[in-house]
């Protein structure tokens, strides 16, 4: 494929029912130019042009740019604490089919069965179609696709044994793909350094420096949760004490109430939260706290203009925003804090590593296609 035809596929991908004439804009080249890549890819069934919805007014009717019915697809699938899904995504985002179920913290052996019968399943109902698969886990992913999720206690599991030989497959960490799918279409749009965090069972995060998701020497970049922001009398999985996410997860709420670490992190911490006990609102305002100070360290050290929240961090942001707030100014450089980088809701919500490991697939794809 040309480069002006992956370009013109890149931009159908980001401004889903592009005209024509828009992506020419986009492109910086002429309408002429625009209509020769359009019948090629139109030809090589990438793209299909669909009459716009009608807007009423006189004139020639527009066409947009849509998905051909049998053109490529990707896989993405996502794997939590508690549960998996996997989504049949088509170009420009639009979501055909899910299929999800729940594992409760299984060992691998009982997780990856069913989900490798799920992505299997779209392969054969889409035949052919399925070009790529991105995968979202709770955990860190190596270059070579090995996961180690410790809250899980899986170790080195050998991700590419979900669907083995792909044209296309990318894996990385939930919070890390979170992160990309904010900035491509979520609440960091347009930042120029954004720090997204994710807490669930620990917290994870990314820098998305000018678009582009820092991922580190060995692709493991964005362990926040284990920086030695906590107790250090507190243990964490991963082995050492201290860490940032022992403070701001479930197994922090149940600590500071006195109750043994659910299994259930999520399930456990998003009841608590919502609760109107005293007690229990104490520990939400404590945790909330330590989440606050931790983003202040974070922001004087990599000078964020943004900080997005996702998983707990929402509703810790919704449940206790003074608490959470008043800790973040406190640890604030005092130059940061007339102005300091806003904390919002992740836009993309639960759904933000999903969608970011379908962005991440479709990027690694184009550039295949043709």
Do not use: K
């Not at 910086?28 to 090629?40: D, F, L, N, S, Y």
């Not at 003074?322 to 806003?342: C, F, K, Q, S, V």
């Amino acid at each position: 494929m040309t480069t002006r035809s992956t370009e013109l596929l890149r931009v159908a991908h980001a401004h889903p029912g592009v005209t024509r004439a828009d992506a020419a804009r986009l492109l910086g080249v002429g309408t002429g130019a625009a209509t020769e890549i359009v019948a090629r890819l139109v030809q090589t069934e990438l793209l299909a042009e669909v009459p716009a919805a009608r807007s009423g007014a006189r004139g020639r009717p527009t066409t947009v740019l849509v998905p051909h019915p049998g053109g490529p697809l990707v896989l993405a699938a996502e794997i939590t604490q508690e549960a998996w899904r996997v989504q049949v995504v088509e170009l420009g985002g639009n979501v055909l089919v899910t299929a999800a179920e729940e594992h409760d913290g299984a060992a691998w052996a009982e997780v990856a069965a069913p989900l490798t019968a799920a992505i299997g399943h779209f392969r054969d109902r889409y035949a052919g179609r399925p070009r790529a698969l991105g995968l979202s886990a709770p955990g860190t992913v190596s270059p070579d696709r090995r996961l180690d999720a410790a809250n899980l206690e899986w170790r080195d599991v050998d991700l590419r044994t979900l669907w083995p030989g792909p044209e296309v497959f990318v894996a990385g960490n939930d919070a890390t793909l979170a992160a990309s799918a904010e900035s491509r279409r979520g609440a960091a749009t347009g930042a120029a350094v954004a720090l997204h965090l994710r807490i669930e069972a620990g917290l994870g995060g990314a820098v998305v420096d000018h678009g582009n998701v820092l991922i580190g020497a060995t692709g493991a970049a964005g362990e926040f949760g284990h920086m030695p922001f906590g107790d250090p009398g507190v243990a964490c999985p991963c082995g050492a004490h201290g860490c940032w996410g022992t403070a701001v997860d479930g197994s922090a709420l149940a600590r500071l109430l006195g109750r043994p670490t659910p299994r259930d992190q999520v399930t456990f911490a998003r009841r608590v939260i919502a609760s109107s006990a005293d007690h229990e609102r104490a520990a939400v305002a404590a945790v909330a706290r330590n989440l606050g100070r931790g983003i202040a360290g974070l922001v004087n050290g990599i000078d964020a203009d943004l900080v997005t929240l996702g998983g707990l961090g929402v509703d810790l942001l919704t449940a206790a925003p003074d608490e959470l707030r008043e800790a973040y100014l406190g640890g604030l450089m005092a130059y940061r804090r007339d102005d300091p980088p806003p904390i919002v809701a992740s836009a993309l919500g639960d759904d933000g590593p999903i969608a970011g490991a379908a962005e991440e697939a479709w990027a690694a794809l184009l550039v295949t296609l043709g």
